[in-house]
C-alpha cells in the first residue's frame, strides 16, 4: 500500500462521507485558480497545511513526502515563465515580467496541489470508486478503476519482491547487470500480472459474475454541519483574499 493510501485509511476523517471531504479538498483548489495568486493561493496554502496538520492530523513529514513530487512539476513549470525565446533579447532571453508570472503559477499550482492533497490523505479510493455509481458513472468504468487500483498494490508487491531477488543475487552490481535486471523486471512483472488477470476472470465468472462488481461500502452520511462549514471557510478565505488584495498589491 502506498503511503498516501495508508494515511486516508488512518485518517481522522476516514468514516465521514466523500462528499464532506469533496466540498473542502475541491473548494480549496477552485478557489486556489480563481482567486488572485496574491494573496488568495497564498492563503489557500495556509489554510490546507493547517488543515492537514490539524484535523485531519496527517503527519509532517508524510505530508511533505507526498507533496514534493507535484511541487516539483509546479516549480518546473513556473520556471519555463523565466525566459522567453525569439525577440531584441536575442534566441532565448530572460523575460521582462518572467518572476512575476512564474510566482504567480508556481502559487496558484501549489495551493491547488494541496487541495487535491487534503482530499486524497482522507479519502481512500476503497470508498470513493464504489459510490461513483450513483453520481451517474458508468458500473463498468467504476468496476475497471476498482480492479485496477487494487491490482496496482499486487504489482508493486510483486515488483518489489522481484528485485530484492535480484539484488541478493548480485544483479545490481555492475551498469550491465542492472540493465539485464530491469529487462528481467519488466519480463516478468509482465508475466505475473497476466497470470494474476487470467486467473481473476476465472474467478470471477466461477462465481457467476453478470457485469458488477458488488462489494461493501462503509456507511456514511452526509454531514450537513462540516459541509456548511467548509463553505463558510471557503467563503470567508475568498471574502479575506478580497479585502487583503488591494492593500497588498
Known sequence: MLPIDAA???SRWRRRHPVDKAVLGL???????????????????VAAVVLLLGPAGVPGRRLWRAYRVPLGFC???????LVQVGGPGGLVSLAADGPLRAGELLLRTSAASLGLLLF?????????????????????VVDVALVTYRMSFLLLDSVRRIRE?????????????????????????FVRAFDRATRLQ????GRGYDGT???LVPEARVSVRFTAASCALLAALAALTL???RPLT
Open 165 to 189: 531477488a535480484q539484488a541478493a543475487r548480485l544483479g545490481h552490481t555492475g551498469r550491465s547487470a542492472q540493465w539485464r535486471s530491469l529487462a528481467g523486471l519488466g519480463a516478468t512483472a
Open 243 to 245: 479585502v487583503l488584495e
Open 75 to 81: 516549480v518546473t513549470g513556473a520556471v519555463t515563465l
Open 202 to 205: 476465472a474467478g470471477l465468472a
Open 8 to 10: 486516508a485509511h488512518s
Open 213 to 215: 462488481l458488488r462489494v
Open 120 to 140: 486524497a490523505f482522507t479519502t481512500p479510493m476503497s470508498d470513493l470508486l464504489p459510490r461513483l455509481v450513483r453520481a451517474g458513472i458508468p458500473a463498468a
Open 27 to 45: 473548494g480549496l483548489t477552485v478557489l486556489a485558480i480563481s482567486l488572485p495568486p496574491w494573496p488568495g493561493a497564498a492563503v489557500v496554502v
